[in-house]
């Protein structure tokens, strides 16, 4: 396992964003890599259980990472039953934030502010005493997503680090396949971005925009958690 600084590092927006530049052209595992030299333990990795490949790669570099899941109440039965699949297979340091149950069908009534209520929350309390985290994040998901670095700042001052933000979707399914990475089933249904239930759809072949089946209907088209509203 790598051998953890005591001290971790601090970055002005500036060094983040000439760090970020240089990491344009690394492998997934070298940004990892660096994040877990200079974060770890202070350190988490946020996993939606659409596919285990930032998973896949992190447990490479540093087994014992801190992989934050938030059980929103809403998920569809195949993102638990990959949730348990995945935990088992890479024997993970594990951390499901769960929502208290409530009666309200918040998609419904608040349909605006209902992320913020049991996701945004959530991964607050899951970051408190963290100095860093990781997402999947990846910019062909979308054209809001488009220019997103690869390290940077998140709202919280925290530093965020997608470390496959570059990759195409073509790449995730080709290391999916090459390396047997668990995923969820309803990718195979067209679900391409599988968020909670309610608010999760097919996307239409031939549409690019793979989270074009989140909230449909809407003029929403991010959770918030990585700093979209």
């Not at 700042?153 to 390396?179: C, F, M």
């Not at 909670?196 to 097919?202: A, I, N």
Request: proline content about 6%.
């Amino acid at each position: 396992m790598t051998q953890i600084q005591a001290q971790p590092q601090t970055y002005t927006t500036q060094e983040l964003s000439e760090i970020s530049q240089e990491f344009e052209t690394a492998e997934a595992t070298e940004i990892i890599q660096w994040a877990v030299d200079r974060f770890a333990p202070h350190l988490s990795l946020t996993a939606s259980m659409t596919d285990a490949v930032l998973i896949d790669l992190a447990t490479q570099i540093h087994p014992a990472i801190e992989v934050v899941f938030i059980d929103t109440g809403y998920h569809f039965p195949e993102t638990l039953e990959t949730l348990e699949i995945v935990r088992r297979h890479y024997g993970l340091n594990m951390k499901i934030m769960t929502v208290k149950p409530h009666d309200e069908k918040l998609w419904v009534v608040d349909p605006r502010n209902c992320c913020s209520a049991v996701k945004v929350g959530q991964l607050d309390r899951a970051l408190d005493g963290k100095l860093a985290w990781m997402s999947g994040l990846r910019r062909a998901e979308s054209e809001l997503r488009a220019a997103n670095p690869i390290v940077l700042h998140d709202l919280r001052g925290l530093v965020k680090v997608n470390p496959i933000a570059n990759w195409t979707n073509e790449q995730v399914a080709s290391y999916i396949q090459e390396h047997n990475v668990p995923y969820n089933p309803l990718l195979d249904q067209g679900y391409l971005s599988i968020g909670c239930q309610p608010c999760t759809q097919p996307v239409a072949p031939g549409v690019e925009d793979i989270r074009s089946g989140r909230w449909a209907g809407q003029d929403k088209t991010e959770c918030g958690l990585h700093g979209h509203g």
